[in-house]
């Protein structure tokens, strides 16, 4: 079966600070592979998709970055982490683009 | 602009009865609609789906009806039990946009005992 992993589950950064989180997924191949933010009271905000190694779709301008080095691992960076980036971050894949996105359990993200 | 919307920010239901969630969209380009439940500290799970060319589907206690004249979903658990408390997210996607759902901001259900 496949299972989908998300690291940390908690981060806490100081502004300025660089970031890194992970994602890796199992049990499948060429996954299409998903960032989302929800922020507080607010729905989910996609941030970057990749149907492949190396290609990625940014959803919105901001402060972070994403980079899909291998087949089944997505991850999400920034240089320089700004107050407005806090928040739930979430990762997720599907067989397809039609198809129903699988979640990861998410990291909760506070910049000090 | 929400393209997603889903109103009530919450929603409490005695046990055994019906829950009624409601989501209503804007994109008449929307053709795939998708319902999440979140429980806290973790991802949200894949619930229900429904395509354009029917206006019910139906597993188990989840129903999800469209309405595409009134641009309009709902989910109805029937018999709500205490385990349904949870965030629930509707979703649409269209063929035009590579199929990328867009969510909603979430309703809150609470199953009393």
């Known amino acids: 079966s496949q299972t989908i992993h998300q690291w940390p589950a908690t981060l806490v950064q100081p502004v300025g600070s660089p970031l890194s989180l992970e994602c890796t997924v199992e049990?499948?191949?060429?996954?299409?592979l998903y960032w989302y933010r929800q922020a507080a009271g607010r729905g989910l905000q996609l941030l970057f998709y990749?149907?492949?190694?190396?290609?990625i779709s940014s959803e919105v301008p901001q402060n972070l970055s994403a980079s899909r080095p291998q087949d089944r691992q997505f991850i999400l960076s920034s240089k320089k982490l700004l107050l407005s980036d806090s928040g739930f971050y979430l990762c997720?894949?599907?067989?397809?683009?039609?198809?129903?996105?699988?979640f990861g359990d998410g990291t909760r993200l506070s910049i000090l | 602009d929400q393209q997603v919307k889903q109103n009530s920010p919450s929603l409490s239901v005695q046990e055994g009865r019906i829950s009624i969630l409601n989501c209503d969209y804007t994109?008449?380009?929307?053709?795939?609609f998708l319902w999440y439940k979140k429980y806290p500290a973790e991802g949200p799970t894949f619930l229900i789906s429904?395509?354009?060319?029917?206006d019910k589907n139906e597993d188990g206690r989840f129903t999800v009806f469209l309405n595409k004249s009134a641009k309009h979903l709902s989910l109805h658990i029937v018999p709500s039990q205490p385990g349904d408390s949870a965030v629930y997210f509707c979703?649409?996607?269209?063929?035009?946009?590579?199929?990328?759902?867009?969510f909603g901001r979430g309703t809150s259900l609470i199953v009393h005992p």
């Open positions: 429904i395509s354009s060319i029917k």
């Open positions: 994109n008449s380009m929307f053709d795939y």
């Open positions: 997720a894949w599907s067989s397809g683009l039609n198809q129903p996105q699988h």
């Open positions: 049990g499948t191949s060429n996954p299409n």
């Open positions: 990749s149907v492949g190694i190396g290609q």
């Open positions: 979703a649409a996607s269209a063929m035009g946009g590579s199929y990328i759902p867009t």
